[in-house]
T-cell receptor, first 116, second 108 residues
Framework: EAGVTQFPSHSVIEKGQTVTLRCDPI?????LYWYRRVMGKEIKFLLH????????ESGMPNNRFLAERTGGTYSTLKVQPAELEDSGVYFC??????????????FGQGTRLTVV | EDQVTQSPEALRLQEGESSSLNCSYT??????LFWYRQDPGKGPEFLFT???AGEEKEKERLKATLTKKESFLHITAPKPEDSATYLC?????????FGAGTQVVVTP
């Protein structure tokens, strides 16, 4: 079974440019999460999709970040325009939608974004 | 507000020297306490899920335990391949929240 796939694995862009990160979750996983780790600090929650709906986007830093999940399958995270402080590693994770108890989330390898 | 605090930040062990990592948490409505391992340049790899106080899970040299306020990850007789950053996370009503992690280095 394929795991969570993210691409690109690395991206270097100039300040002010636009970058789009993509995540393909494990097939059948309705929950999809975006996280990022900045400057070696803890992994910070960005947002949570259930199927194609945004369940929680409380972690999105500002309106330069836009996440979408087309048809409840893959998701994209667009940063426009990128700023230096957006540099970091962006992780995507997915998990199945189950009853009251949570199940573990499976992570992708991450996209390392460098804004210069 | 839900919080996860891990200690120590870093741990250096000799091969075979057992130790424990701590994860303290406060949460309203715990729906799972999770341990992950992360190697450099890779995404977090799932290790354990604990749901209720008193629960324990084991995998090779690792054992995770849970109380109402904290979780421990015990590493018994570690080997160099156990070197990694260990992340503790919790799930409450949807999102996963993680601690800063404990970086473990095991030397031969």
């Amino acid at each position: 079974e394929a795991g969570v796939t993210q691409f690109p694995s690395h991206s270097v862009i100039e300040k002010g440019q636009t970058v789009t990160l993509r995540c393909d979750p494990i097939s059948g996983h309705d929950n999809l999460y975006w996280y990022r780790r900045v400057m070696g600090k803890e992994i910070k929650f960005l947002l949570h999709f259930v199927k194609e709906s945004k369940q929680d986007e409380s972690g999105m830093p500002n309106n330069r970040f836009l996440a979408e999940r087309t048809g409840g399958t893959y998701s994209t995270l667009k940063v426009q325009p990128a700023e230096l402080e957006d540099s970091g590693v962006y992780f995507c994770a997915s998990s199945p939608l189950v009853g009251r108890q949570g199940t573990e989330a499976f992570f992708g390898q991450g996209t390392r974004l460098t804004v210069v | 507000e839900d919080q996860v605090t891990q200690s120590p930040e870093a741990l250096r062990l000799q091969e075979g020297e057992s130790s424990s990592l701590n994860c303290s948490y406060t949460v309203s409505g715990l729906r799972g306490l999770f341990w992950y391992r992360q190697d450099p340049g890779k995404g977090p790899e799932f290790l354990f899920t604990l749901y209720s106080a008193g629960e324990e899970k084991e995998k090779e040299r690792l054992k995770a335990t849970l109380t109402k306020k904290e979780s421990f990850l015990h590493i018994t007789a570690p080997k160099p391949e156990d070197s990694a950053t260990y992340l503790c996370g919790l799930r409450s009503w949807g999102k996963f929240q993680f601690g800063a992690g404990t970086q473990v280095v095991v030397t031969p």
